[in-house]
C-alpha cells in the first residue's frame, strides 16, 4: 500500500510547520498511511540510479518545501509529487514567475530583473538602478527572487535607498517592481484548488505597504469577482500548480503565485478547511491514476 509523505524543510523548522499538521491531520482522516519528515530525513542516491530513501516507487509526496533538487529525484525515482518540482521552482523564483506568467498576458506591475552577480553588487549595476528609476520612479519596490511571507520585499523612496538596498543584496538575485499606490496594504488572496477557487480572503494592513499577516495584516473573508477567479486558476494552470494561493492587487494585477501558501489565516477567516480540500484534490487525483 502506497505511503502518503509530506515532506517539509527541516533548517527552517525545527518541527513540522502548521500548514504540514493541517495535512498530516487532513490526510489521516482520509485513511491513508501518513508519514511526515524532513528534507533532511531524505537519502537521495543519483548514481548508479536515483532512489529517494525512504520513499518507493508509487509513493506519494506533498511537497512542502523548496528543496526542488530533492523533489526532482523524488520524480525520477518514480514517487508522485504534488505540487511538481517543476511547478515550486517556478513559484520560488519569483523573476521566473513573472517572466512564464508575462510570457502568457497576464497582467502585473511592471518589473525589471537585476543583472546577476556573482559574489557582491557593486557599482557596475548603477546604470542599471538609473534605468529603473527613470521606469519605475518612487517609491519602487525592490524583492529579492527567493523568499517568504514579505521578508525580502523592500521599499526604495530615493536614489539612496536604493542603492543601498541593491548593494546590501550581495549575490542574491533580485527585482525591481513598479508600486501600485493605490493597493498599498492591501491585496486578495485566492486559494486555488484543482479546478476551483475554494477560498479567499482580503488582507489589509495599515502599518505596512506589504499586506502579509506576518507584518501585521488583518485577514477578512473575500468574494472574488468571476474575473479574478479565472485569473487565479490561469495563472496556477500556467504555472503547473495542483494547488496554490495566487495574490492579486487592485485593478486586477498579479503581485504573487505561492504553491506553498500558508493555511491558517485564509481557514480562519473563511471557515473553509483548505488542507482538507488539498488532500481530497491529492487523492482524486491518485485514484484517476491508478
Given at each position: 500500500m502506497k505511503t502518503y509523505f509530506i515532506i517539509y524543510n527541516g533548517f527552517w523548522?525545527?518541527?513540522?510547520?502548521?500548514?504540514v499538521r493541517r495535512l498530516e491531520a487532513a490526510l489521516v482522516r482520509e485513511g491513508v498511511i501518513v508519514r511526515v519528515l524532513k528534507n533532511t530525513e531524505c537519502t537521495v542516491t543519483?548514481?548508479?540510479?536515483v532512489s529517494v530513501a525512504p520513499a518507493a516507487e508509487g509513493d506519494v509526496v506533498l511537497f512542502?518545501?523548496?528543496d526542488t533538487r530533492l523533489a526532482r529525484a523524488l520524480e525520477a525515482a518514480g514517487v508522485e509529487v504534488y505540487n511538481s518540482a517543476a511547478a515550486v521552482a517556478l513559484c520560488d523564483d519569483k523573476s521566473e514567475t513573472h517572466r512564464v506568467l508575462s510570457a502568457h498576458g497576464i497582467p502585473m506591475p511592471k518589473t525589471l530583473l537585476a543583472p546577476m552577480t556573482y559574489v557582491e553588487v557593486t557599482a557596475p549595476i548603477d546604470p542599471f538602478l538609473q534605468a529603473a528609476e527613470q521606469q519605475l520612479g518612487f517609491p519602487m519596490v525592490v524583492k529579492e527572487c527567493f523568499g517568504s511571507l514579505g521578508e525580502q520585499v523592500y521599499l526604495a523612496e530615493t536614489p539612496e535607498q536604493l542603492r543601498d538596498l541593491a548593494y546590501g543584496m550581495h549575490h542574491r538575485p533580485f527585482l525591481l517592481q513598479e508600486f501600485i499606490r493605490d493597493a498599498a496594504g492591501t491585496d486578495k488572496r485566492l486559494y486555488v484548488v484543482g479546478d476551483r477557487v475554494v477560498a479567499a480572503m482580503k488582507r489589509i494592513n495599515s502599518v505596512d505597504f506589504r499586506a502579509n499577516i506576518a507584518h501585521g495584516g488583518e485577514a477578512l473573508p473575500y468574494t472574488p469577482t468571476p474575473e479574478e477567479e479565472v485569473l487565479a486558476l490561469r495563472c496556477c494552470r500556467i504555472l503547473g500548480l495542483r494547488f496554490?494561493?495566487?495574490?492579486?492587487?487592485r485593478g486586477g494585477l498579479?503581485?504573487?503565485?505561492?504553491?506553498?501558501?500558508?493555511?491558517?489565516g485564509i481557514t480562519a477567516c473563511t471557515g473553509v478547511d483548505v488542507a482538507a480540500a488539498i488532500a481530497r484534490e491529492v487523492l482524486r487525483l491518485e485514484e484517476r491514476r491508478v
Open positions: 523548522n525545527a518541527s513540522p510547520p502548521d500548514p543519483v548514481a548508479p540510479m512542502w518545501d523548496k496554490g494561493g495566487v495574490d492579486l492587487l498579479v503581485c504573487e503565485v505561492n504553491s506553498n501558501a500558508q493555511m491558517a
